[in-house]
């Protein structure tokens, strides 16, 4: 028998550590899209109609480790930026990065909303379109697989996919809601559970939350987002935020089926923000990982005016 070193005992746990989690996300609600658990600060990823709504220019850098401890789990960043412009229109842009075992994925993405004033109330209606792409790379090296013949024959590097999607968000003073399908191509993206190439199918998305004024000093914001792709489990993720004083923010959030999590924010000064969330996670996968983190920091370019009255919650 072979010396059994502490190079190769590290590499078949690199590898056990990814194959334990290729073969749970067929049941660990997996998703072919980047998911957030703090996607009420990150609605424009979510709806392209929501570009402008802050009535400011905002930018928004997010980053999110998942099932932290295992080799090859997903791990995302995400830019953001959008602004209102003149005609009731506006426009955003993102930069994402989503890395999930042998594959890499980098998105580019424009949004562009029109919004219609409804009644005097701020009740509004917006419609959204984002048009963009993404440049996709599987290198199967970093797999399971060492047979050189198979690990390198269905390689992709720097293969680009247009993306086109659109939505509709409703708002008023207290409250939101949205429905977007993020892509209406049918394009390629990598299947940890089968380790290979599969089509991927439309998404669609709905969003929605309400804002609850307990006493002047404390406000609840109960939000869910729902994800839906035919022939897939539902992923539904539902979350409660309090906001102190205007200023300290903590929540809980479920997501079905997968795991349980704390939402920690403050708001640092009129134009700053920042938050984090801990995820622990309630699927086979626990007895694999610690856990995922996501931290965001928040910037809103705000007039004189602005500045003056409460965040935006």
Do not use: C
């Not at 419609?127 to 199967?140: A, E, Q, S, T």
């Not at 970093?142 to 047979?147: A, I, M, N, P």
């Not at 977007?180 to 969003?207: C, M, T, W």
């Amino acid at each position: 028998m072979g010396v059994f070193t502490k190079q190769k005992r590290n590499k078949v746990m690199g590898q056990l550590g990814l194959l334990v989690l290729l073969l749970s996300m067929g049941t660990a609600r997996a998703q072919q899209d980047p998911q957030f658990t703090q996607y009420m600060y990150n609605t424009m990823s979510v709806n392209p109609a929501f570009a402008g709504s802050n009535g400011h220019l905002t930018a928004l850098l997010m980053h999110r480790s998942q099932w932290v401890g295992i080799n090859g789990a997903p791990n995302t960043q995400i830019l953001a930026v959008d602004t209102p412009l003149e005609n009731k229109l506006g426009v955003g842009g993102i930069l994402a990065h989503d890395a999930l075992g042998p594959s890499s994925e980098f998105f580019v993405d424009g949004n562009v909303s029109y919004t219609i004033q409804l009644d005097s109330t701020n009740r509004k209606l917006s419609f959204g379109m984002k048009l963009g792409g993404r440049i996709f790379n599987v290198d199967f090296s970093k797999g399971l697989t060492e047979d050189a013949d198979v690990a390198f024959q269905n390689n992709i590097k720097g293969k680009f996919f247009p993306t086109i999607g659109a939505g509709v968000y409703y708002q008023t003073k207290n409250g939101f809601l949205g429905f977007a399908v993020p892509n209406f191509f049918s394009q390629k993206h990598y299947d940890g559970q089968e380790q290979e190439i599969a089509a991927e199918r439309l998404h669609y998305y709905f969003i929605g939350g309400k804002k609850v004024d307990i006493t002047p000093d404390v406000k609840l914001k109960p939000a869910f987002f729902v994800k839906w792709v035919p022939g897939a489990p539902i992923i539904a993720d539902f979350s409660v935020n309090a906001l102190l004083k205007e200023t300290f923010t903590f929540g809980l959030a479920y997501r079905w089926d997968d795991s349980f999590s704390t939402l920690l924010g403050m708001q640092i000064n009129s134009n700053l923000s920042a938050g984090y969330a801990y995820d622990l996670t309630s699927s086979n996968l626990a007895s694999y990982t610690g856990g995922s983190h996501e931290l965001f920091l928040r910037y809103e370019f705000k007039t004189s005016k602005k500045q003056l009255e409460p965040p935006t919650f």
